[in-house]
């Protein structure tokens, strides 16, 4: 059944089709399809920028060359600058791959669909095909637009024998849509690929994101940035020498599973309590140092050191930097 639709996501909808109309891509396009992708998949003003995400100084400094400009100045960026449709973002879990395609989208005022290969294979199953076809035409009427696939691995996966035909349809669909867009070069189209499993890409497909960037676990600098902005509205006793300590001992930890020892710590001064329906807020104590070392015995890095070493061969021998 189609989404309950809010008056704003109706009137995306109506704009989606009147551009669609204008630009002539309505035609063959079920209005139901252009329904669920306004209402569900597209986000329009959004408003991240490259502080919100914690280190990865070269990889902000590379997107914003190959795409983030290009994006912004169309009129600068042809030729041999022109640049590509194409950018896949892997790494581990939990590294901020998605806030960086919303970031591209934010810094180059496009519009953003987001989508998860599983909703497409599962959610969608039987419209798949036709709903790729829908988002593209969608996106290409609403440019500068920015696609953002997460889990692309699963959608464009290696061929097996195993794989039906479904699947094999979806896949077609999607190499088809990649490869108009790389042929019309006035189009400010991009589509992003993020990927935890990059060995598991079909050949074909990975060459089709002509950039390759790797997205590593944070350093010790932006693990005491990650923390110091997730404690900024919270009461707390640490001073800059305890993080730095606690970073330290958090060498391996994903931005995701920083969040998850703070989070974590955050109870330590609530477990301390022994009849909390008659403490005020303001006797809650603050977060102590020593709640995040008991709080590393509990929290463990989610990548192990084998995962860590495919990332990094992958990265050499198919990376973009």
Known sequence: ??????????????????KLEESGGAKHIDPKLIEMITSEIMELNLTTTWTDIAGLTDAKRSITEIVVWPMQRPDIFTGLRRPPKGLLLFGPPGTGKTLIGKCIASQSKA??????SSSLTSKWHGESEKLVRALFAVARSRQPAVIFIDEVDSLLQERSENEDESTRRIKTE????IDGASTQGEERLLLIGATNRPQELDSAARRRFVKRIYIPLPDLSARQA???NLLKDQKHTLVDSDMEHICTLADGFSGADMHSLCHDAALGPIRDIHDIELLSSEEVRGISVEDFLKSLKAI??????????QYEDWNKTYGSM
């Open 300 to 309: 463990r890095p989610s990548v192990s050191e084998s995962d860590l070493k």
């Open 226 to 228: 990650i923390i110091s």
């Open 174 to 177: 999607f190499l088809v849509q």
């Open 1 to 18: 059944p189609a989404p309950v639709l809010q008056n704003n996501q109706s009137n995306n909808t109506d704009s989606s089709t009147n």
């Open 111 to 116: 519009t953003f669909f987001c989508v998860s």
